[in-house]
């Protein structure tokens, strides 16, 4: 082993099992969440209750791994205790950490449980050195998750600028490129993936197929893609969709389904001073999120030896089987 840097790898899991099964593939960090809408993945079978979070907690400790509780969407008026539950529940288990993106449940956790580390939402959306000063000096916040818009350069600019560890996305969804600023699902079914924790609810997805075999896949009342028979889909977002428009036929207006992959510039990303990279993906499969999870095992452990890991196993969990270092390696990625 050289004396390289290995930093924390941060896992995702959306039910106790995939977490069970993280931890065995060799997560040091599980991220999760409570049932309901106080996290950004609010989807009918996954997240944990307070007695499965609970006992998740304590599987992870004994295999030497940490639990980040994501609280992570935003309250609307009337409704704050519920998530003021859930950080004080996540408190009195003893999560490592809790993800918070709502600058008033900063305060409060802040305010109300003070001993606990608390870790700055990708959702928050603070990606300049002033935005995290501003955090980090007013709530204690001992870890930023970064937006997904800076450069590794840039990365580096804000370490030098900052007083807390950096988390940085390596594998899985690209997104918008505006954490926490999305409004497009909340348009067309009513629902927000910021405030209630979901994107494209499966109750609002409906497929029609014609005679051809060609399958329509609508989210509400809104035809968003036409997928010819044999070709692959991925689950049915607007951003991700296709459609007709300034006469160029159908085309992907917002972004093409393609997964970020980072594995070639986990070097780099050290080297620039993030502390821990970060998995996306906790509505996933067990089998997925265990293939994933011991790819960068390998990865990261092999670099820490000054080797050159074999990723190549990598591209077939990507979405499309396509693959971007999106805006990490340059601003005009797209």
């Not at 950096?166 to 997104?175: S, V, Y």
């Amino acid at each position: 082993m050289t004396d390289i840097f290995k930093p924390e790898l941060v896992c995702p899991a959306g039910t106790p099992a995939a977490l069970r099964t993280a931890v065995d593939a060799g997560a040091d960090a599980i991220y999760c969440g409570f049932q309901g809408p106080t996290n950004a993945r609010n989807f009918p079978g996954l997240n944990f209750t307070v007695a499965e979070m609970d006992k998740a907690t304590s599987y992870a400790r004994d295999h030497g791994a940490k639990v980040l509780a994501a609280i992570n969407s935003f309250p609307t008026a009337g409704r704050t205790n519920i998530w003021k539950e859930a950080i004080n529940d996540a408190v009195s288990i003893g999560v490592d950490a809790i993800i918070i993106a709502d600058i008033g449940m900063a305060d409060y956790l802040s305010k109300n449980h003070p001993d606990q580390r608390m870790h700055l939402s990708v959702q928050a959306g603070a990606s300049s050195a002033e935005a995290i000063n501003f955090y980090c000096s007013r709530f204690d916040i001992k870890r930023v998750v970064l937006p997904r818009i800076l450069t590794v350069a840039e990365i580096k600019k804000v370490h030098d600028e900052i007083p807390c560890e950096i988390e940085a996305f390596i594998f899985g969804n690209i997104g918008m490129m505006a954490e926490g600023r999305c409004s497009l699902t909340n348009y067309v079914t009513g629902k927000s993936t910021n405030m209630d924790g979901v994107c494209s609810p499966a109750n609002f997805v409906h497929y029609e197929e014609d005679i051809d075999n060609n399958l329509t896949t609508r989210l509400g009342e809104f035809a968003i893609d036409c997928i010819a028979c044999g070709q692959n889909a991925g689950y049915p977002t607007i951003c991700k969709g296709r459609y007709n428009a300034d006469h160029r036929g159908a085309y992907y207006a917002f972004e093409e389904p393609i997964s970020l992959n980072l594995t070639h510039l986990l070097p780099d990303l050290i080297k620039a001073g993030v502390s821990a990279l970060k998995i996306e993906g906790r509505q996933r499969s067990k089998s997925y999120i265990r293939s994933v999870v011991s790819s960068f095992r390998n990865a990261i452990d092999g670099y820490a030896r000054g080797e050159t890991p074999d990723i190549s196993d990598l591209l077939a969990l990507t979405e499309g089987h396509k693959q971007t270092e999106g805006a990490f390696k340059s601003k005009i990625w797209r």
